[in-house]
Nanobody, 123 residues
Framework: QVQLVESGGGSVQAGGSLRLSCVAS????????MGWFRQAPGKEREGVAR????????LYADSVKGRFTISQDNAKNVAYLHMNSLKPEDTAMYYC????????????????WGQGTQVTVSS
């Protein structure tokens, strides 16, 4: 099993920045990809970004390209989501996920999930 714990969420004004962190523990050798997802009230969960365990194969949703950056520190088993130029529509619960398989931005490809951290962007 892989345990994931997110942190770094909060409230920020539009145009601001936040950095989310996701600490992985347990059988981390099983992880091939790390991803960030978000779910706004009344909406489906959507994939935001993903990174392969080696730090390559980075993908972003079109809605966050140029504003969000995914990275990881393998030595510390931590994945990050740097969010800049935040917009009110970025308001959502953000989830970290890990996949033991091949994964892009579809949540069904991820088999381990964190509990989420709330991000609220005010106008």
């Amino acid at each position: 099993q892989v345990q994931l714990v997110e942190s770094g969420g909060g409230s920020v004004q539009a145009g601001g920045s936040l950095r989310l962190s996701c600490v992985a523990s347990g059988d981390t050798y099983r992880v091939n990809y790390m991803g960030w997802f978000r779910q706004a009230p009344g909406k489906e969960r959507e994939g935001v970004a993903r990174i392969a365990s080696g730090g390559e194969q980075i993908l972003y949703a079109d809605s966050v390209k140029g504003r969000f950056t995914i990275s990881q520190d393998n030595a510390k088993n931590v994945a990050y989501l740097h969010m800049n130029s935040l917009k009110p529509e970025d308001t959502a619960m953000y989830y970290c996920a890990a996949s033991s398989f091949y994964a892009e931005l579809r949540e069904t490809a991820y088999n381990f999930w964190g509990q989420g951290t709330q991000v609220t962007v005010s106008s």
